[in-house]
Protein backbone atom coordinates (compact mmCIF):
# COMPACT_ATOMS: atom_id res chain seq x y z
CA UNK A 1 0.00 0.00 0.00
CA UNK A 2 1.45 3.76 -1.30
CA UNK A 3 -1.29 6.07 0.94
CA UNK A 4 -3.49 4.54 3.44
CA UNK A 5 -5.20 6.73 5.77
CA UNK A 6 -7.54 6.19 8.10
CA UNK A 7 -10.57 8.49 10.24
CA UNK A 8 -8.25 11.33 9.72
CA UNK A 9 -9.86 14.56 11.34
CA UNK A 10 -8.25 18.05 10.94
CA UNK A 11 -9.95 21.42 12.75
CA UNK A 12 -8.40 24.86 12.37
CA UNK A 13 -9.66 26.50 15.46
CA UNK A 14 -13.73 26.01 14.62
CA UNK A 15 -13.33 24.95 11.41
CA UNK A 16 -13.39 21.52 10.64
CA UNK A 17 -11.27 21.11 7.31
CA UNK A 18 -11.65 17.33 7.24
CA UNK A 19 -14.03 15.43 8.87
CA UNK A 20 -12.96 11.05 9.30
CA UNK A 21 -11.13 10.46 6.20
CA UNK A 22 -10.18 7.35 5.07
CA UNK A 23 -8.84 5.93 1.99
CA UNK A 24 -6.34 3.71 0.27
CA UNK A 25 -3.98 4.19 -2.35
CA UNK A 26 -2.04 1.40 -4.27
CA UNK A 27 1.10 1.25 -5.45
CA UNK A 28 1.09 2.70 -9.64
CA UNK A 29 -1.97 4.15 -9.08
CA UNK A 30 -2.59 7.67 -10.39
CA UNK A 31 -5.42 8.82 -8.27
CA UNK A 32 -7.43 12.34 -8.45
CA UNK A 33 -8.51 14.45 -5.54
CA UNK A 34 -11.81 16.19 -6.80
CA UNK A 35 -13.29 18.83 -4.48
CA UNK A 36 -14.86 22.03 -5.24
CA UNK A 37 -12.49 24.84 -3.49
CA UNK A 38 -12.33 24.85 0.50
CA UNK A 39 -13.21 21.17 0.35
CA UNK A 40 -9.85 19.82 2.13
CA UNK A 41 -7.92 19.14 -0.71
CA UNK A 42 -4.58 20.98 0.39
CA UNK A 43 -4.97 20.25 3.85
CA UNK A 44 -4.73 16.30 3.57
CA UNK A 45 -1.70 16.68 1.10
CA UNK A 46 -0.28 19.38 3.80
CA UNK A 47 -0.81 16.00 6.66
CA UNK A 48 0.26 13.55 3.66
CA UNK A 49 3.45 15.32 3.98
CA UNK A 50 4.13 15.88 7.07
CA UNK A 51 3.86 19.39 6.71
CA UNK A 52 1.36 19.53 9.20
CA UNK A 53 -0.22 17.24 11.80
CA UNK A 54 -3.87 16.11 11.74
CA UNK A 55 -6.27 16.40 15.02
CA UNK A 56 -7.06 13.15 14.77
CA UNK A 57 -6.92 9.66 12.80
CA UNK A 58 -3.45 8.29 11.18
CA UNK A 59 -1.61 8.37 8.13
CA UNK A 60 0.70 6.29 6.28
CA UNK A 61 2.86 6.75 3.12
CA UNK A 62 5.08 3.49 2.06
CA UNK A 63 4.46 2.44 5.60
CA UNK A 64 6.03 5.26 7.34
CA UNK A 65 3.85 7.15 9.94
CA UNK A 66 3.11 11.27 8.47
CA UNK A 67 2.75 12.09 12.41
CA UNK A 68 5.77 10.53 13.73
CA UNK A 69 8.37 9.17 10.76
CA UNK A 70 8.31 12.73 9.33
CA UNK A 71 11.88 12.34 7.78
CA UNK A 72 11.24 9.13 6.21
CA UNK A 73 7.81 10.50 4.83
CA UNK A 74 9.49 13.46 3.10
CA UNK A 75 12.23 11.07 1.57
CA UNK A 76 9.57 8.98 0.02
CA UNK A 77 7.25 11.78 -1.64
CA UNK A 78 7.72 14.47 -4.28
CA UNK A 79 5.39 17.20 -3.09
CA UNK A 80 4.17 20.39 -5.58
CA UNK A 81 2.28 22.83 -3.38
CA UNK A 82 -0.21 24.45 -4.06
CA UNK A 83 1.34 27.70 -4.04
CA UNK A 84 4.53 26.61 -5.39
CA UNK A 85 7.33 28.88 -3.68
CA UNK A 86 9.90 29.06 -6.09
CA UNK A 87 12.66 32.49 -5.57
CA UNK A 88 12.11 33.91 -8.50
CA UNK A 89 15.65 35.71 -8.66
CA UNK A 90 17.61 32.62 -8.97
CA UNK A 91 18.22 30.73 -11.86
CA UNK A 92 16.70 27.44 -12.90
CA UNK A 93 19.39 25.46 -12.47
CA UNK A 94 20.83 26.93 -9.24
CA UNK A 95 17.15 26.33 -7.59
CA UNK A 96 17.41 23.00 -8.13
CA UNK A 97 21.40 22.65 -7.27
CA UNK A 98 20.23 24.20 -4.27
CA UNK A 99 17.43 21.75 -3.24
CA UNK A 100 19.74 19.26 -4.76
CA UNK A 101 22.27 20.02 -1.41
CA UNK A 102 19.37 20.36 1.00
CA UNK A 103 18.10 16.45 -0.18
CA UNK A 104 21.23 15.73 -0.65
CA UNK A 105 21.25 14.05 -3.97
CA UNK A 106 23.90 13.75 -6.80
CA UNK A 107 24.33 16.94 -8.47
CA UNK A 108 24.28 14.35 -12.26
CA UNK A 109 20.52 14.24 -10.77
CA UNK A 110 19.88 17.84 -11.53
CA UNK A 111 20.26 16.85 -15.41
CA UNK A 112 18.01 14.40 -15.18
CA UNK A 113 14.89 15.97 -13.48
CA UNK A 114 15.61 18.78 -16.20
CA UNK A 115 15.06 16.19 -18.79
CA UNK A 116 12.43 14.51 -17.98
CA UNK A 117 10.33 17.68 -17.15
CA UNK A 118 10.91 18.86 -20.64
CA UNK A 119 13.10 21.81 -19.09
CA UNK A 120 16.25 21.81 -21.05
CA UNK A 121 15.45 24.94 -23.47
CA UNK A 122 14.64 27.09 -20.29
CA UNK A 123 17.14 25.44 -17.87
CA UNK A 124 19.65 28.75 -18.09
CA UNK A 125 16.46 31.78 -17.43
CA UNK A 126 15.71 33.14 -14.21
CA UNK A 127 12.89 31.40 -12.85
CA UNK A 128 11.16 34.71 -12.56
CA UNK A 129 11.60 35.09 -16.39
CA UNK A 130 9.79 31.63 -17.17
CA UNK A 131 5.92 31.02 -17.96
CA UNK A 132 3.83 29.86 -15.49
CA UNK A 133 3.93 26.54 -17.09
CA UNK A 134 7.59 26.06 -17.00
CA UNK A 135 7.33 27.27 -13.42
CA UNK A 136 4.98 24.36 -12.91
CA UNK A 137 7.76 21.98 -14.64
CA UNK A 138 10.36 23.30 -12.14
CA UNK A 139 8.32 22.64 -9.32
CA UNK A 140 7.64 19.34 -10.37
CA UNK A 141 11.63 18.91 -11.88
CA UNK A 142 12.25 19.90 -7.63
CA UNK A 143 9.32 17.57 -6.37
CA UNK A 144 11.27 14.72 -8.50
CA UNK A 145 14.79 15.62 -7.40
CA UNK A 146 15.26 12.81 -4.99
CA UNK A 147 13.49 10.50 -7.41
CA UNK A 148 10.62 9.71 -4.88
CA UNK A 149 8.04 7.05 -4.99
CA UNK A 150 5.15 8.85 -4.23
CA UNK A 151 4.12 12.29 -5.77
CA UNK A 152 1.97 14.29 -4.12
CA UNK A 153 0.68 17.42 -6.62
CA UNK A 154 -1.49 19.60 -5.30
CA UNK A 155 -3.49 21.71 -8.04
CA UNK A 156 -0.39 21.06 -10.38
CA UNK A 157 -2.65 22.59 -13.22
CA UNK A 158 -3.95 25.72 -11.95
CA UNK A 159 -3.55 28.93 -14.14
CA UNK A 160 -1.81 27.11 -16.76
CA UNK A 161 -3.50 27.96 -20.64
CA UNK A 162 -4.52 25.06 -23.25
CA UNK A 163 -1.09 24.37 -24.38
CA UNK A 164 0.81 24.03 -20.81
CA UNK A 165 -2.34 22.16 -19.57
CA UNK A 166 -1.47 19.27 -22.21
CA UNK A 167 2.00 19.07 -21.61
CA UNK A 168 1.78 19.16 -17.52
CA UNK A 169 -0.78 16.43 -18.26
CA UNK A 170 1.61 14.21 -20.52
CA UNK A 171 4.35 14.58 -18.16
CA UNK A 172 2.53 13.48 -14.53
CA UNK A 173 1.15 10.66 -16.98
CA UNK A 174 4.36 9.74 -17.65
CA UNK A 175 5.19 10.02 -14.04
CA UNK A 176 2.81 7.71 -13.45
CA UNK A 177 4.03 4.83 -15.22
CA UNK A 178 6.58 4.21 -12.59
CA UNK A 179 5.39 6.26 -9.52
CA UNK A 180 1.98 6.69 -7.10
CA UNK A 181 0.95 9.92 -7.84
CA UNK A 182 -1.71 11.35 -6.06
CA UNK A 183 -3.49 14.95 -7.08
CA UNK A 184 -5.71 17.39 -6.23
CA UNK A 185 -8.09 19.74 -8.94
CA UNK A 186 -10.78 20.38 -8.93
CA UNK A 187 -11.62 20.38 -12.64
CA UNK A 188 -12.87 16.51 -14.15
CA UNK A 189 -11.97 16.73 -17.04
CA UNK A 190 -8.67 16.57 -15.52
CA UNK A 191 -9.22 13.34 -13.92
CA UNK A 192 -10.24 11.52 -16.96
CA UNK A 193 -7.76 12.91 -18.48
CA UNK A 194 -5.11 11.61 -16.03
CA UNK A 195 -6.20 9.21 -13.23
CA UNK A 196 -7.02 5.66 -13.02
CA UNK A 197 -9.28 6.28 -9.91
CA UNK A 198 -10.79 9.45 -8.19
CA UNK A 199 -11.91 10.13 -4.56
CA UNK A 200 -14.29 12.72 -4.50
CA UNK A 201 -14.19 15.27 -1.31
CA UNK A 202 -17.05 17.69 -0.39
CA UNK A 203 -16.65 19.80 2.99
CA UNK A 204 -13.97 17.66 4.60
CA UNK A 205 -16.04 14.60 3.65
CA UNK A 206 -14.99 11.62 1.28
CA UNK A 207 -18.17 11.19 -0.67
CA UNK A 208 -16.65 9.25 -3.91
CA UNK A 209 -14.37 6.74 -4.40
CA UNK A 210 -14.43 5.33 -7.97
CA UNK A 211 -12.32 3.66 -10.46
CA UNK A 212 -12.49 5.68 -13.98
CA UNK A 213 -13.17 2.19 -15.54
CA UNK A 214 -16.52 2.28 -13.52
CA UNK A 215 -17.66 5.43 -14.00
CA UNK A 216 -17.36 4.72 -17.91
CA UNK A 217 -18.87 1.21 -17.71
CA UNK A 218 -22.01 2.81 -16.22
CA UNK A 219 -24.54 3.17 -19.20
CA UNK A 220 -24.12 6.77 -19.72
CA UNK A 221 -22.45 9.22 -21.87
CA UNK A 222 -22.71 12.60 -23.54
CA UNK A 223 -22.16 13.71 -26.64
CA UNK A 224 -21.12 17.47 -27.23
CA UNK A 225 -21.65 18.05 -31.07
CA UNK A 226 -21.46 21.39 -33.10
CA UNK A 227 -23.42 21.81 -36.30
CA UNK A 228 -23.31 24.90 -38.84
CA UNK A 229 -26.79 25.25 -38.47
CA UNK A 230 -29.85 25.04 -35.78
CA UNK A 231 -31.49 21.87 -35.64
CA UNK A 232 -34.70 21.46 -33.21
CA UNK A 233 -34.06 19.02 -30.22
CA UNK A 234 -36.92 16.60 -31.54
CA UNK A 235 -34.97 15.54 -33.99
CA UNK A 236 -31.64 15.03 -31.96
CA UNK A 237 -33.92 13.24 -29.25
CA UNK A 238 -34.89 10.69 -32.42
CA UNK A 239 -31.74 9.53 -32.21
CA UNK A 240 -31.69 5.80 -30.67
CA UNK A 241 -31.21 5.86 -26.69
CA UNK A 242 -31.18 9.45 -26.15
CA UNK A 243 -32.25 10.53 -22.70
CA UNK A 244 -31.62 14.43 -22.81
CA UNK A 245 -30.79 17.17 -25.27
CA UNK A 246 -29.64 20.37 -24.29
CA UNK A 247 -28.68 23.31 -26.53
CA UNK A 248 -25.49 24.69 -24.74
CA UNK A 249 -25.05 27.79 -26.63
CA UNK A 250 -25.67 28.68 -30.69
CA UNK A 251 -25.41 25.13 -32.51
CA UNK A 252 -23.95 23.38 -29.69
CA UNK A 253 -25.93 20.70 -28.42
CA UNK A 254 -25.11 17.95 -25.55
CA UNK A 255 -26.65 14.72 -26.11
CA UNK A 256 -27.00 11.99 -23.43
CA UNK A 257 -26.82 8.71 -24.29
CA UNK A 258 -28.00 5.72 -21.76
CA UNK A 259 -25.45 3.42 -23.11
CA UNK A 260 -21.93 2.98 -23.29
CA UNK A 261 -21.41 2.15 -26.77
CA UNK A 262 -19.97 5.14 -28.56
CA UNK A 263 -22.79 7.39 -30.21
CA UNK A 264 -20.65 9.57 -32.22
CA UNK A 265 -21.32 7.70 -35.46
CA UNK A 266 -24.64 7.74 -34.95
CA UNK A 267 -24.98 11.47 -34.52
CA UNK A 268 -22.38 11.88 -37.58
CA UNK A 269 -25.01 9.83 -39.80
CA UNK A 270 -27.67 12.42 -38.93
CA UNK A 271 -25.49 15.04 -39.66
CA UNK A 272 -24.87 13.91 -42.96
CA UNK A 273 -28.64 12.90 -43.72
CA UNK A 274 -29.66 16.12 -42.76
CA UNK A 275 -27.05 17.98 -44.85
CA UNK A 276 -25.65 19.64 -41.56
CA UNK A 277 -22.09 20.21 -41.54
CA UNK A 278 -20.54 18.82 -37.98
CA UNK A 279 -17.97 21.47 -36.58
CA UNK A 280 -17.34 19.27 -33.59
CA UNK A 281 -18.03 16.20 -32.04
CA UNK A 282 -16.40 15.29 -28.63
CA UNK A 283 -17.96 12.34 -26.09
CA UNK A 284 -17.46 12.87 -22.35
CA UNK A 285 -18.08 10.96 -19.29
CA UNK A 286 -21.45 12.06 -18.20
CA UNK A 287 -20.81 9.74 -15.56
CA UNK A 288 -18.13 11.77 -13.76
CA UNK A 289 -19.74 14.81 -14.17
CA UNK A 290 -23.19 14.01 -12.58
CA UNK A 291 -21.51 12.14 -9.97
CA UNK A 292 -19.68 15.57 -9.30
CA UNK A 293 -22.46 17.60 -9.38
CA UNK A 294 -25.01 15.56 -7.83
CA UNK A 295 -22.49 15.12 -4.62
CA UNK A 296 -21.04 18.51 -4.57
CA UNK A 297 -24.03 21.02 -4.45
CA UNK A 298 -26.30 21.93 -1.88
P1 LIG B 1 -9.00 22.99 -0.78
O1 LIG B 1 -7.54 22.76 -0.98
O2 LIG B 1 -9.85 21.81 -1.13
O3 LIG B 1 -9.48 24.22 -1.47
P2 LIG B 1 -8.24 23.58 1.97
O4 LIG B 1 -7.67 22.33 2.52
O5 LIG B 1 -7.28 24.62 1.56
O6 LIG B 1 -9.26 23.23 0.79
O7 LIG B 1 -9.22 24.22 3.03
C1 LIG B 1 -10.22 23.48 3.71
C2 LIG B 1 -10.93 24.38 4.71
O8 LIG B 1 -10.04 24.71 5.76
C3 LIG B 1 -11.38 25.71 4.11
O9 LIG B 1 -12.61 26.04 4.70
C4 LIG B 1 -10.30 26.66 4.51
O10 LIG B 1 -10.78 27.97 4.63
C5 LIG B 1 -9.86 26.11 5.86
N1 LIG B 1 -8.43 26.37 6.13
C6 LIG B 1 -7.37 25.95 5.39
N2 LIG B 1 -6.20 26.33 5.95
C7 LIG B 1 -6.53 27.01 7.07
C8 LIG B 1 -5.77 27.65 8.10
N3 LIG B 1 -4.44 27.66 8.09
N4 LIG B 1 -6.47 28.24 9.10
C9 LIG B 1 -7.81 28.22 9.14
N5 LIG B 1 -8.58 27.63 8.21
C10 LIG B 1 -7.96 27.03 7.20
MG1 LIG C 1 -6.23 23.72 -2.19
Redesign the pocket.
Known amino acids: MSIEVEHLSKT??Q?K?LNKVSFKINKGEIVGFL?P????????MKILTSFIQSSEGSAKVSEYDVATETKKVQQIVGYLP?HNPLYLEMYVREYLDFNAGVYKVPKSRINEVIELTGLTPEAHKKIGQLSKGYRQRVGLANALLHNPEVLILDEPTTGLDPNQLVGIRQLIKSLGKEKTVFL?THIMQEVEAMCDRVII?NK?EIVADKTLKDLRDQKQQTVVVEFDYRVEDAFLKALPKVTSVVNTHDFVYEITFSTSEDMRSHVFDFAHDNKLKILQLNQKNASLESLFRELTTD
Open positions: YGQAGNGAGKSTMESIG
